[in-house]
């Protein structure tokens, strides 16, 4: 089974930068897009940013100007550079690949924690 292995996690102080990785350990086909998402305790997962294969992209409105996705077709790779970030960024932030008219797949989720 194909599973989405994420990376780049981890602590850092606020006003800070990370950059996560996600890639498929395998093929995935009919990929719509890939994205990332985050989840605050006790709240439902939200979208931070989206790519599709054609390259559009969209961003949740608390992070445009800060964050950048990006990707690498040939590897299914996507990236998310996340610049000046808060305390209020703190959160697990979940990979996902989303495809036509079937089950979309969902990392395993990486924990970031920004530090005032």
């Known amino acids: 089974q194909v599973q989405l292995v994420e990376s780049g996690g981890g602590l850092v102080q606020a006003g800070g930068s990370l950059r996560l990785s996600c890639a498929p350990s395998?093929?995935?086909?009919?990929?719509?897009?890939m994205g990332w998402y985050r989840q605050f305790p006790g709240k439902q997962r939200e979208l931070v940013a989206r790519?599709?294969?054609?390259?559009?992209?969209n961003y949740a409105d608390s992070v445009k100007g800060r964050f950048t996705i990006s990707r690498d077709n040939a590897k299914n790779t996507v990236y998310l550079q996340m610049n000046s970030l808060k305390p209020e960024d703190t959160a697990v932030y979940y990979c996902?690949?989303?495809?036509?008219?079937?089950?979309?797949?969902w990392g395993q989720g990486t924990q970031v924690t920004v530090s005032s």
């Open positions: 790519i599709t294969q054609s390259g559009s992209t």
């Open positions: 395998g093929s995935i086909p009919s990929i719509k897009s």
């Open positions: 996902s690949v989303e495809r036509w008219g079937t089950a979309d797949y």
